[in-house]
């Protein structure tokens, strides 16, 4: 519910703001500064400004807020971790998005360094959002055990027997295959797990309808189905993924510091030379 809800705000917030300043981010570069709207719009622009001031704030709040909920003990019972981690995904792709129209899509010096600092940020966040969701945590965000995951996967197979009160080599248990150490080795299995779990659930569906299980019945044991081909594919990505994620924080962190860096120099320079915004 809180993903559609973030979704929405960001499709909202950012279509509008694309759509208010459109005719002049469509004029070429040579005539805007000559248009009506380049007061407006423009980097120094009341709006313009103002996006890059607010696209800021966002990042700025967006970080800082994920950091202190993972770090500070007293905010350790304000939320699950990941609804903390689905707001800063939200703050720090939308600011990133206003910043973007604030340099109208011209980048040059400094502003270019800023930028792409920015973008590489964003561009690893994706992906470090994308090796960790695929990590199986606790509600507080510890990374499990892979005892603890095949444990789990073994009661959701007691429990889908049990429910259907059937007897198929259809609701066995998964064999996994962790036999591949590396990352890309990894992906592969789990992509081949992943069709073989779509064709997988067709057959169990149905089956059920075959051998009329109730329909309430039937949603239940899907459910489970697909709660227990998750945690198989957790399996097969666990030591890979784990290892992938310590490898990324090397490389997120510390483009995070230089995106900041270069911010604090070009807000300090903008200062200087007088563009308070409406300071």
Not at 13 to 19: M, P
Not at 84 to 93: A, K, Y
Not at 189 to 214: K, T, Y
Request: charged fraction near 20%; glycine fraction near 8%; include cysteine.
């Amino acid at each position: 519910m809180l993903v559609f809800v973030l979704v929405s705000l960001w499709l909202g917030a950012a279509g509008a703001t694309l759509l208010w300043g459109l005719e002049y981010y469509l004029l070429p570069l040579d005539d805007r500064a000559f248009s009506a709207l380049h007061p407006v719009f423009g980097p120094t622009g009341v709006v313009g400004q103002g996006l890059g001031v607010i696209g800021t704030t966002l990042i700025v709040v967006g970080v800082a807020g994920y950091a202190a909920r993972k770090r500070l003990t007293f905010l350790r019972r304000t939320g699950a971790l990941k609804h903390w981690l689905q707001v800063h995904i939200f703050l720090c792709t939308l600011g990133p998005f206003f910043v973007l129209l604030h340099t109208t899509f011209k980048f040059g010096g400094l502003v270019s360094v800023s930028f792409w600092s920015m973008a590489l940020v964003v561009a690893s966040g994706v992906f470090g959002r994308y090796v960790y969701t695929r990590i199986p945590k606790t509600l507080n965000g510890r990374f499990l055990e892979l005892a603890t995951v095949r444990e789990r996967t073994r009661a959701l197979t007691v429990e889908l027997l049990d429910r259907v009160g059937l007897e198929a080599d259809l609701f066995a248990e998964p064999e996994t295959d962790i036999s591949s150490r590396s990352s890309l080795g990894a992906l592969r299995i789990a992509l081949r797990e992943d069709l073989a779990s779509r064709f997988r659930q067709r057959q169990i569906r149905r089956f059920l309808r075959d051998h009329a299980v109730p329909r309430p019945v039937r949603s239940e044991v899907m459910g489970l189905v697909r709660d227990r081909d998750r945690l198989h594919l957790q399996t097969l990505l666990l030591r890979p993924f784990q290892r992938l994620f310590r490898y990324w924080h090397v490389i997120h962190l510390p483009l995070a510091a230089v995106m900041f860096l270069v911010l604090g120099i070009h807000v300090t320079v903008a200062v200087l030379f007088g563009y308070t915004w409406i300071f």
